[in-house]
């Protein structure tokens, strides 16, 4: 039996590392063709060669997602080498975490720019071929933006930028077959990984205690997962929508 986007373009922001690994890997076993999109080919590489050994294809394509003409270009070469885009992940993020007291214009603007500027190129660029045959687009929030966590500041306030992105787009796009949905994952990713590891063992439990599922969400199987059922035909009539993938984590405000 075919998979669920057999027959289809992905193209994943961010899949060099952590969490956009495991997007592309379930988006690749699906059945996709992947263009993998960031900016270290050393990684990308990496990535590649996990798809290629599992059956899949892919193709490498450095980009900086800040930059509105390495944009254009990048989905230039997806469409001409695999395809146009059916489905848009815009996953990669840049960030420099600190207190909402501290953020000045260099900490703001480069979350801005890598979060809520990268995801709009893209969606950009990847509307016309979208607006003539329909098409998913994934975009990335954060529970921690959405509970407002103070030490994440700029980060929090990309995030929830990227939500009024999320839903501007659904609604002046769903008569041309797109949908548009944000993700809020909770997934150990490095950047993550930094801050678990400066806790100590009681604060780690503490905050695997407020998680039903008592764990982190693993990037292929929670958030690809997921990524796959919303780029697949099923999930046609799902838009604009705000999907947390944490375990059940309770204090969420959705």
């Given at each position: 039996?075919?998979?669920?986007?057999e027959?289809?373009?992905?193209?994943?922001?961010?899949?060099?590392?952590?969490?956009?690994?495991?997007i592309?890997?379930?988006?690749?076993?699906?059945?996709?063709?992947?263009?993998?999109?960031?900016?270290?080919?050393e990684?990308?590489?990496?990535?590649r060669?996990?798809?290629?050994?599992?059956g899949?294809?892919?193709?490498?394509?450095?980009?900086?997602?800040?930059?509105?003409?390495?944009v254009?270009?990048?989905?230039?070469?997806?469409?001409?080498?695999l395809?146009?885009?059916w489905?848009?992940?815009?996953?990669?993020?840049?960030?420099d975490?600190?207190?909402?007291?501290?953020?000045d214009?260099?900490?703001?603007?480069?979350?801005?720019?890598?979060?809520?500027?990268g995801?709009?190129?893209?969606?950009?660029?990847?509307?016309?071929?979208?607006?003539?045959?329909?098409?998913?687009?994934?975009?990335f929030?954060?529970?921690?933006?959405?509970?407002?966590l103070?030490?994440?500041?700029?980060?929090?306030?990309?995030?929830?930028g990227?939500?009024?992105?999320?839903?501007?787009?659904?609604?002046?796009?769903?008569?041309?077959?797109?949908?548009v949905?944000?993700?809020?994952?909770?997934?150990?990713?490095?950047?993550?990984?930094?801050?678990?590891?400066?806790?100590?063992?009681?604060?780690?439990?503490?905050?695997?205690?407020?998680?039903?599922?008592?764990?982190?969400?693993d990037?292929?199987?929670?958030?690809?997962g997921?990524i796959?059922?919303?780029?697949?035909?099923?999930?046609g009539?799902?838009?604009?929508r705000?999907?947390?993938?944490?375990?059940?984590?309770?204090?969420?405000?959705?």
């Open positions: 039996m075919a998979g669920p986007l027959g289809k373009v992905a193209l994943i922001t961010g899949s060099g590392s952590g969490m956009g690994v495991g592309a890997l379930a988006v690749a076993k699906a059945g996709a063709a992947v263009a993998l999109v960031g900016r270290t080919v990684t990308l590489e990496r990535t060669a996990q798809i290629e050994g599992a899949g294809r892919a193709i490498v394509a450095p980009c900086d997602i800040t930059d509105r003409g390495q254009n270009a990048t989905v230039a070469r997806t469409q001409a080498q395809g146009p885009v489905l848009l992940v815009n996953n990669a993020v840049s960030t975490n600190r207190p909402i007291e501290e953020v214009e260099p900490n703001l603007d480069l979350v801005l720019r890598s979060s809520i500027h995801s709009l190129y893209m969606m950009q660029a990847c509307f016309p071929t979208m607006k003539e045959r329909g098409g998913r687009i994934v975009n929030g954060s529970g921690g933006a959405t509970m407002g103070p030490e994440v500041g700029a980060y929090a306030i990309a995030k929830e990227v939500r009024g992105l999320t839903k501007t787009a659904a609604t002046g796009w769903g008569k041309y077959g797109i949908t949905n944000t993700v809020c994952p909770m997934v150990a990713t490095p950047l993550f990984d930094v801050w678990w590891q400066s806790l100590s063992e009681a604060e780690r439990g503490h905050h695997l205690s407020m998680i039903p599922m008592r764990r982190m969400g990037g292929e199987q929670d958030v690809g997921l796959v059922f919303l780029g697949s035909e099923g999930a009539y799902i838009t604009s705000t999907l947390h993938v944490d375990g059940g984590r309770a204090f969420y405000d959705r």
